[in-house]
């Protein structure tokens, strides 16, 4: 049982570099989600998708690009890397009820120089 | 708007001491549910309980225990007999609609950081 798969689990950037962070969940979820983790921010969505075929912009959606390739994966680009983009980001999905918990991957973490 | 606060940023407590973790949420939605996640060092985030906004019932489980009242919009969790592997930072987190419809997501405190020395 994998569960939600995100690859790379560290990456290096140069600010104006892109990268798209992947991910992939086999517990066949409707919703998916990309938050970033801060010190003391806590937990910050990014952007969301409750089904595939649709997107919806989060908390913090400046800079990042998002697609949901089918329903099992749920993709995160940023198109031109900045220092302020260095951070944890984890993907996570659920069935799409209210009452449904999140499933996480393990995270990626980046650094942008 | 929905909004869940963790007012201890961090807490330090000696091996078999109980602690309680405070969240407060806010929300006018009538139905909503609750969860608390715990995010050892290793990094990954654990989901370990959910509550929704109907059943007032405290939880225990083993050494924890969740007291859930709407009443002061709380939803705390108590460890009894702390020990070093629960050191971890737990999240608080509140399931809702968005008044507009759309699909509902998870609004997460910023966490709080428990270290169980020996």
């Known amino acids: 049982n994998a569960g939600v798969t995100q690859t790379p689990k560290f990456q290096v950037l140069k600010t104006g570099q892109s990268m798209t962070l992947q991910c992939a969940q086999d517990m066949n979820h409707n919703s998916m989600y990309w938050y970033r983790q801060d010190p003391g921010m806590g937990l910050r969505l990014i952007y969301y998708s409750a089904s595939e075929g649709t997107t919806d912009k989060g908390e913090v959606p400046n800079g990042y690009n998002v697609s949901r390739l089918n329903k099992r994966e749920f993709s995160l680009r940023l198109e031109s890397a900045a220092p302020s983009q260095t951070s944890v980001y984890f993907c996570?999905?659920?069935?799409?009820?209210?009452?449904?918990?999140?499933?996480f991957g393990n995270g990626t973490r980046l650094t942008v120089t | 708007a929905q909004k869940v606060t963790q007012a201890q940023t961090e807490i330090s407590v000696v091996e078999k001491e109980d602690v309680t973790l405070d969240c407060v949420y806010e929300?006018?939605?009538?139905?909503?549910?609750l969860f608390w996640y715990k995010q050892p060092p290793s990094g990954e985030l654990v989901f370990l309980i959910r509550?929704?906004?109907?059943?007032?019932q405290n939880e225990i489980s083993g050494r924890y225990s969740w007291n859930f009242q709407k009443s002061t919009s709380s939803f705390n969790f108590t460890i009894t007999a702390s020990q070093v592997v629960d050191s971890a930072v737990y999240f608080c987190a509140l399931s809702v609609t968005p008044p507009q419809g759309g699909s509902e997501k998870l609004v997460f405190g910023k966490g709080t950081k428990l270290t169980v020395n020996p």
């Open positions: 996570a999905s659920r069935e799409g009820a209210l009452s449904s918990p999140l499933h």
């Open positions: 509550r929704n906004s109907f059943d007032e």
């Open positions: 929300t006018r939605d009538t139905t909503y549910y």
